[in-house]
């Protein structure tokens, strides 16, 4: 299997490639060069098997020769034997013909775990087969941090550095940060906001020098490998309610466009899909999008849901190219438009296609905290506020009730208690491998606002791990 991208160039990349690349050098998105098809009489035949065989049977064909399949099972069993249960995604009935899908088992307790916790075990493998060393560089306003400090913890190939807004995120956000004790593991308290901590790092990335001696690389929601291993769950939870002899519509809270992306590609891979139905906070535009056919920056709005306070939905470019049936150029044209004008529309028939499968609703704060109390009196179960936001806009724009509806829940309530407690008057207990987690040790590096200060602290603690791994950049 070779990947393009979605501007445009074709380089002959395999999957290790783009896993290590990360985003494209002309700018764009990797993607498979074509989407791997099932037949519906072989997609029935995997009802039975277990999450981790299924995920064999779904990630084979992307990953073609670039990993044995004896090392691709040995990463896949890795991963998921971290969850605390075998099912991973396990699937409960909430209402007429209407499922919740638990993506929250993992061990920070949001869905990132789940392409996460095999993205960990996947680089270290291909780094040490390539005899590389990495030190990968994020920000983060609260979950992806968390997940991928959790992924790389105790990683030879890999030291991990995550910059997060001083103060600013929640306690419970935090802790699973600061409390890891990992050698390889580095938190930085930036004393500023969440822009700031994502212009740091790109400003790093932008330092070639810095970035060629460190080795810098990233783990954001736009490589591919995180695409890919949650397509997964769809395939897991069509089956599991009638699938693939029914279509499935799925309900799916959206920020940067990646979870339902995953959806869109088993929908291309066989997997009948009835309607993808995307849920937004305030920060709406992939709603209005779906309304009008028109992308349009606005502000970012603070809300409930704030893993879905984002005005880029990064990984949207991936629709786009699909839905400009492949034409790089003309992604690259709209792509440089949105820059520039901070807006872009496309053409009627293209909105047509697109609505074929997508539908997008808009929740607000109050209206969310009233599905989580609904929810909580109609069932005596808790929902977090980005799944609450989901589930709102599933039931609002469901065209046929006769079709299954599988909610997305892509955190734990206890992520966001106090959200939670606002709306229900119930404060969510932490699982119990968390349940110690307020007083577990912490180490908080506070850093100022400085580039110089953040380069220095990268440069003394890559050069510390590396004397003592012997592996030295
Ligand atoms: C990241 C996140 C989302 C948004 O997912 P995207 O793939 O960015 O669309 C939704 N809910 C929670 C809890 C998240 O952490």
Redesign the pocket.
């Known amino acids: 299997m070779h990947y393009v991208s979605t501007r445009g160039e074709n380089a002959g990349l395999t999957f290790d490639d783009v896993l290590l690349a990360g985003l494209a050098r002309d700018g764009g998105l990797y993607v498979p060069e074509e989407w791997p098809a099932f037949g519906a009489a072989e997609i029935a035949a995997w009802k039975d098997l277990s999450y981790v065989e299924l995920a064999m049977k779904v990630m084979t064909p992307f990953v073609g020769d670039a990993l044995a399949e004896a090392e691709l099972r040995r990463i896949v069993t890795d991963a998921y034997s971290h969850f605390d249960t075998p099912e991973v995604a396990p699937l409960k009935p909430i209402g007429h013909n209407e499922w919740l899908m638990e993506l929250f088992h993992g061990p920070t307790l ?3 775990d789940v392409a996460l916790q095999f993205l960990g075990p996947l680089f270290d493998h291909v780094l040490a087969a390539r005899g590389e060393r990495i030190c990968i560089v994020g920000a983060t306003s609260g ?2 941090g968390s997940a991928a400090i959790e992924a790389c913890r105790d990683r030879d190939n890999i030291d991990i550095f995550i910059l997060y807004p001083h103060e600013r995120v929640s306690e419970v956000q935090r802790r699973q940060m600061t409390t890891v004790g990992a050698a390889n593991v580095h938190t930085i308290a930036l004393e500023g906001t969440f822009d700031d901590c994502q212009d740091a790092v790109k400003a790093l990335f932008n330092d070639i020098p810095f970035r060629d001696r460190m080795k810098l690389s990233a783990v954001n ?1 736009i490589n591919w490998a995180r695409i890919m291993a949650q397509i997964v769950y769809y395939f897991w939870g069509a089956l599991k309610v009638g699938g693939p002899e029914t279509p499935v519509t799925f309900a799916v ?8 992306f995953a959806g869109y590609a088993a929908a291309q891979m066989g997997l009948p899909v009835k309607q993808l139905i995307v849920g937004s906070n305030a920060n709406d535009i992939l709603t209005r999008f779906f309304e009008t056919g028109a992308m349009k920056i606005g502000q970012v709005v603070p809300t409930i849901s704030p ?2 306070d984002i005005q880029i939905s990064s ?1 949207f470019e991936r629709l786009l190219h699909e839905l400009y049936r492949r034409d790089g150029a003309k992604v690259a044209q709209t792509m440089a438009t949105f820059r520039d004008e901070g807006r872009f529309a496309v053409e009627a028939e293209v909105l047509a296609a697109a609505r074929e499968l997508f539908d997008g609703g808009r929740f607000d704060d109050e209206q969310t905290r009233i599905l989580i109390d609904a929810h909580y009196v109609a069932t005596d179960e808790l929902l ?1 506020p ?1 799944t609450a936001v989901g589930l709102s806009a599933g039931r609002a724009l469901r065209k046929d009730t006769a079709v299954p509806m599988i909610a997305l829940a ?2 734990h309530p206890a992520k966001f208690p106090d959200a939670v407690e606002d709306a229900t008057y119930r404060r969510p207990d932490l699982p119990a491998h968390l349940a110690d987690l307020y007083e577990r040790d912490e180490r908080i590096n506070v850093l100022a606002n400085d580039l110089d200060a953040v380069r220095a602290f990268i440069e003394d603690r890559v050069e510390v791990t590396g004397a003592s791994g012997g592996a030295a950049a």
């Open positions: 949001a869905f990132k979950d992806t929601s809270p959206t920020g940067n466009f990646g979870n339902v893993s879905m990984n977090d980005h892509t955190a």
